[in-house]
């Protein structure tokens, strides 16, 4: 099993980024994807959610009508779409499923 995120970076706040996590080596389609993401010194915090299918989301409080997260079950991915960013954003955002996590990626709010 293998999650790879990739799409981090610095931004100013106000911008936006796209993050992707490719899974490989489970059946994608038959699993929920979960966001997190842990700033310095804090504990890791779930950020969203999406059902097996696509039809189901959910956001962290923080990020609501912020983030969306989506799903390409043909391409074994999972998006990030982080618009409006805060300097608050900043942290290490990973993916998470099938009791699985990838390595995470990097991003950082920062005028």
């Known amino acids: 099993v293998q999650l790879v995120e990739s799409g981090g970076g610095v931004v100013q706040p106000g911008g936006s980024l796209r993050l992707s996590c490719v899974a490989s080596?489970?059946?994608?389609?038959?699993?929920?994807m979960t966001w997190y993401r842990q700033a310095p010194g804090r504990e890791r915090e779930l950020v969203a959610y999406?059902?097996?299918?696509?039809?189901?989301?959910d956001y962290a409080t923080s990020v609501k009508g912020r983030f969306t997260i989506s799903r390409d079950n043909a391409k074994n991915t999972v998006y990030l779409q982080m618009n409006s960013l805060k300097p608050e954003d900043t942290a290490v955002y990973y993916c998470?499923?099938?009791?699985?996590w990838g390595q995470g990626t990097q991003v950082t709010v920062s005028s």
């Open positions: 998470y499923a099938n009791s699985y």
């Open positions: 080596g489970f059946t994608f389609s038959r699993f929920h």
């Open positions: 999406i059902s097996s299918g696509g039809g189901s989301t």
